[in-house]
Structure formats: structure tokens, C-alpha cells
């Protein structure tokens, strides 16, 4: 093929000539979300082009994603992730529309996620927490404040909704959910975890949970964040010891620590439980050292770092989050645009770019030889 079939097919010669801008550098991180629904920062000047968005998709996002699936320290990758989600660009509407593409990107069924529901939940011997820091009044909170959910855990399997995990086998990460995993276990270490749980690897399931989330609260939104208190963790470096937690839950004794609960720590129906079941002796003083006694087994179990909970995906509407319901369609349908391409005519304008890029390089050298 001779330059003028070469030019033919790049598109060289129905244009002026002049030099190839190169792709903007991407934008600075912005900070983490701090609050859920969070004006984002304003949008490039008319927002993107459909062919833009897929660019910057390709650039900033599916690069991410793919390099995570091997990664071992989970923060890293979902805070860069995060950033760009909440970046001008990332929360452009037709970038988080195109979010939404997967099953339209040429390869319908390349990015189809797996869900399922094992049966009688995961053993809390094989479920892992991903997230750093598991605070000790979400933890505590519910169970210790509403009879029923006490029964459900000392009963063997947690009541809470399934929680969110990846993996397979003798091994499951958290996505979403730590605080019902650890609300059951402060109360019985052995308890069953119902989930929901999705066959990726941990960091990449990740990152996809927060691109799930990005493109089912649309355009301007940033996305939706939670905190925990600080100096309250029951896991990781920063542990409460046993006797912190035993001080700071009889503190709590009467009072609403868990707002979902909207009951008293330690009201009467739960101890009528307690003292039915023999949990810590049959006492509130007891079932609270019982209570340290998990706690300080979980710290030992867990005692490395994590991502920090700002950065976590959350499948709570009532912070601005989707319900994992709301979703689950698109994990299994391959509606997540996560992978290339990110629309069928991108690898081909790639190569006609590059074919672009060396033919130019080739009549320059050839001017230059005259």
C-alpha cells in the first residue's frame, strides 16, 4: 500500500495540515466526597460529545479499573477512582450516561458480572472487611438496641440485609456493608453473613461498585460519602482495646446510639433477651465484656490498614446512594461500561490515529531528505 492509499484510509488530505493537538492531561484530583449528592465542580464549557466522554473514559476510568484486578492494596486504586468520578469531567452527564453503555459498546456480553446469593449467607470465618475501620457504635449499636436483630445473631445468622462481597470459595471480601457484618459478629463471632456477592476480585469490585453508583445517580453529582468516629475503630492499627470498649459502651447504656435503631442501648427488651440467652452471663455488665471479648478478636483477626470509609462505596439511598437493588440488573447484564471499548468506533479512531501520527512523521522525513 503506497502513502496516497495510507492517506486515503487516516483521513489525510480532507484536512489542512497542521500538527495533532495531544490529548489533555488529565485533570487534578479532586478532593474525596465528604457528604452524599455534593455539587460537583462545573462541567467543561457545553459538557462533552459522546466521543469525548468515551476518550476520557478510556483515559481516566476503564485504565483503573483493569490494572486493579491484581492490586493488593485496595486504596490506592478506589482513591484515584474516586477522584476522577468526582472530578468536572467524571461527573459530566454524558460521561456518567456512557457509564451505562457496556452492553453497547460493540461487546455486549464482555463486562457481564456474575451475582448470586449463597445459601444460609457466607461463615464469618470466610468473609474479610476491606474498609479500614469498622466503628464501634455502628457495630454494637442495632443489635444492642433492638431485641430482635440480638436473636437473629446469637441465633447464628446475622438479620441485617445481605451485605455486598466478592470472591469465591474459602475467600470473600466486603464491598458494602461492614457495619452489619461486624453488628452481627461484636454478638457472636461465629455468625453466618447473608450476601449478595459479585465474582470479581477484591480492588476491582471495588472500583466498579463506585462506577455503578456513578452511573445511576447521573450527571453533577459527586459520589456519596460516610464517615465513622474518630479514635472508635474495633479494627486495624487504631483498635479500641477491651477495656475502651467496655468503658465506652457503658457510657451508652440508655442512651440511642444507632439511629436505625431509634432505641436505647441496652433498653429492657434487650436485656430480657440477654438474660434469656445467657449472652455474657445473662447480664448487661456481662454481655458487655462479652462483647470487648469479640471485639478484641476481631482487632486481632484484622489489625492491618484499609481504605478509609469516605472512599467506600455506599448502596445507601439514605445518604444519596442507590439500594444494590437498583443496580444488580446492570452487574449482570453487562450494562457496566467498565472495560474497552467503551464504544465500538474507539479502537478504530485509535488506529487511524496512529496511522495518522506515523504517516505525518513520514513526510516530514521525506521533506527533509529533498
Not at 45 to 74: C, D, K, R, V, Y
Not at 82 to 98: F, H, I, K, Y
Not at 177 to 184: I, Q, V
Amino acid at each position: 500500500m503506497n502513502e496516497a492509499e495510507l492517506g486515503a484510509i487516516s483521513g489525510i488530505g480532507d484536512e489542512p495540515e497542521e500538527e495533532e493537538k495531544e490529548q489533555a492531561a488529565p485533570a487534578a484530583e479532586a478532593p474525596l466526597a465528604a457528604a452524599p449528592a455534593e455539587e460537583a465542580p462545573a462541567a467543561p464549557s457545553g459538557g462533552m460529545s459522546e466521543q469525548e466522554a468515551a476518550q476520557w473514559i478510556a483515559g481516566h476510568i476503564t485504565n483503573l479499573i483493569a490494572a486493579s484486578a491484581t492490586a493488593e492494596n485496595f486504596e490506592e486504586p478506589l482513591a484515584a477512582l474516586v477522584a476522577q468520578l468526582n472530578s468536572a469531567e467524571g461527573t459530566d452527564p454524558t460521561v456518567r450516561a456512557m457509564l451505562h453503555a457496556g452492553d453497547n459498546d460493540g461487546e455486549p456480553t464482555d463486562e457481564v458480572i456474575s451475582v448470586s446469593m449463597p445459601e444460609g449467607g457466607i461463615p464469618s470465618s470466610k468473609l474479610f472487611p476491606t474498609q479500614g475501620v469498622i466503628d464501634l457504635y455502628k457495630s454494637a449499636g442495632f443489635n444492642g438496641s433492638v431485641a430482635g436483630g440480638l436473636r437473629a445473631a446469637l441465633g447464628g445468622t446475622s438479620g441485617a440485609p445481605p451485605v455486598l462481597a466478592c470472591g469465591s470459595g474459602d475467600k470473600f471480601y466486603i464491598v458494602d456493608g461492614h457495619h452489619r457484618w461486624s453488628g452481627a459478629l461484636v454478638y457472636n463471632t461465629n455468625a453466618n453473613i447473608p450476601a449478595n456477592v459479585i465474582n470479581m476480585p477484591p480492588a476491582q469490585a471495588l472500583l466498579v461498585s463506585q462506577l455503578a453508583i456513578a452511573q445511576e445517580i447521573g450527571g453533577g453529582k459527586k459520589l456519596p460519602s460516610a464517615g465513622t468516629t474518630q479514635g472508635a475503630s474495633i479494627i486495624g492499627p487504631g483498635a479500641l482495646g477491651k477495656d475502651a470498649v467496655v468503658a465506652a459502651l457503658t457510657k451508652s447504656i440508655g442512651k440511642v446510639i444507632d439511629k436505625n435503631a431509634k432505641q436505647p442501648f441496652m433498653n429492657p427488651e434487650v436485656q430480657a433477651a440477654i438474660k434469656e440467652l445467657n449472652f455474657g452471663g445473662g447480664t448487661v455488665e456481662g454481655a458487655i465484656n462479652q462483647i470487648a471479648e469479640n471485639c478484641a478478636a476481631l482487632a486481632e483477626r484484622f489489625p492491618g490498614e484499609g481504605p478509609d470509609r469516605t472512599i467506600m462505596p455506599q448502596f445507601d439511598p439514605k445518604i444519596g446512594g442507590p439500594d444494590f437493588s437498583d443496580v444488580e440488573a446492570e452487574f449482570a447484564g453487562g450494562e457496566l461500561n467498565y472495560k474497552d471499548p467503551v464504544i465500538p468506533q474507539l479502537r478504530e479512531q485509535k488506529l487511524r490515529q496512529l496511522i495518522r501520527r506515523v504517516l505525518k512523521e513520514s513526510l516530514k522525513k521525506a521533506k527533509r531528505s529533498k
